[in-house]
């Protein structure tokens, strides 16, 4: 939880500098802020967890961490990506962290920044959370 309170305070922090700094130089419009988590997009800085092969279908896009998928929903079609995924793609600069069950139990994987790839056997349709990690 530490981690998570951490990241959303320095992208809080780090949207609002960027705000002040635009107003300051006197630009017009807005601040962009960088990914939008749960959107249904594959954006920059999000880890993306996909419903089908070869970053097809329906697209989890995560910027913080979940602890259980169950309480999430595939944001552009419903129904519950916990154990639904086959492929993912790290558009992070974060280490994500995959589990076969929730808060970080069962099985356990990672997926390095800038990584593509479809789902092994052992997380075939079995991933429950998603954490991301510094280092």
Not at 82 to 103: A, G
Request: glycine share 12%; with cysteine.
């Amino acid at each position: 939880m530490l981690a998570t309170r951490h990241r959303l305070t320095f992208r809080l922090t780090t949207l609002l500098l960027s705000v002040l700094t635009a107003c300051g130089l006197g630009l017009a419009g807005a601040a962009t802020a960088g990914a939008t988590e749960l959107n249904g997009k594959s954006e920059s800085g999000e880890f993306c967890v996909y419903g089908g092969p070869n970053t097809t279908y329906q697209i989890l896009d995560l910027y913080l961490s979940r602890g259980d998928f169950s309480q999430l929903s595939w944001p552009l079609y419903g129904g519950s990506p916990n154990d639904r995924n086959e492929s993912y793609w790290n558009l992070d600069s974060y280490t994500w962290h995959v589990y076969t069950d929730s808060n970080r139990g069962g099985r356990h994987g990672w997926i390095d920044p800038g990584v593509s790839s479809n789902a092994s056997s052992t997380f075939w349709h079995q991933v429950s959370s998603a954490y991301y990690t510094a280092s």
